[in-house]
């Protein structure tokens, strides 16, 4: 049973690029939720994606946009990338929207230069 | 006001000794969740206990449980017999709102398991 997966690892942008980061969720689960982990930092909550429509967002600038798709699986999209966007994003699923437990992926550590 | 509050940046703990791991939320809804994850050096998130707001025994998961205090609006973790493999930053978290899909996370504490 694969758990929540990420890709890429890593990645390397420079300010004023456009990057996207992908999220596929645990097998059964519905719900996907972005993270924004910077150094030293907890995680802040970006948004949730539930049947395809965004649920919830956090305190996040329209910069950060997502997708969810048919087969549950999520985009995370950054525009004109600042140096403070530098950060562990993590994507977590959850069996559904309500579902109190999350499981997270292992994360992608994007540096802008 | 933070919505997840821990004091302790760094904690020292002796390997097979317990610790207490401080966690203060804030929120005005009547049902919420509160949740303590473990993140080691490697970055991924781990799940640790959950408790929710109505629930009125203290949760608990093999060596851990929680402190739920919640006319203090306190979520302590304590950790049992701490091995070395504990030693990671622990963070408290909380979900509110409708659907649960507010999700708050603390600043983390980051503990280490002396031999």
Redesign the interface.
């Known amino acids: 049973d694969a758990g929540v997966t990420q890709s890429p690892t890593h990645l390397i942008k420079t300010r004023g690029q456009q990057v996207t980061l992908r999220c596929s969720p645990k097998s059964g689960h519905d719900t996907v939720?972005w993270?924004q982990q910077a150094l030293g930092?907890?995680?802040?909550?970006i948004f949730?994606y539930y049947e395809e429509e965004e649920?919830?967002r956090g305190n996040f600038p329209d910069r950060f946009s997502g997708h969810q798709f048919p087969n549950y699986s999520s985009e995370l999209n950054v525009n004109a990338l600042l140096l403070g966007d530098s950060a562990?994003y993590?994507c977590?699923s959850s069996f559904d929207?309500?579902?109190?437990?999350?499981?997270?992926?292992?994360?992608t550590?994007l540096t802008v230069t | 006001a933070q919505k997840i509050t821990q004091t302790q940046p760094g904690m020292f703990v002796q390997e097979k000794e317990a610790v207490t791991l401080d966690c203060t939320y804030d929120t005005s809804d009547q049902s919420y969740g509160l949740f303590w994850y473990k993140q080691p050096s490697s970055g991924e998130m781990i799940f640790l206990i959950y408790q929710g707001s109505y629930d009125e025994q203290n949760a608990t998961e093999g060596r851990y449980s929680l402190n739920f205090q919640k006319a203090r609006k306190s979520a302590n973790l304590v950790i049992s017999a701490s091995q070395l493999g504990d030693s990671a930053m622990y963070f408290c978290a909380m979900r509110e709102g409708v659907n649960f899909n507010k999700f708050y996370f603390g600043s983390g504490t980051k503990l280490n398991v002396k031999p």
């Not at chain 1, 930092?41 to 909550?45: C, E, K, L, N, S």
């Not at chain 1, 109190?100 to 992926?105: A, K, L, R, T």
């Open positions: 939720s993270y930092q907890g995680p802040q909550f949730q649920r919830q562990l993590l977590a929207e309500s579902s109190y437990e999350q499981y997270f992926g292992p994360g550590r």
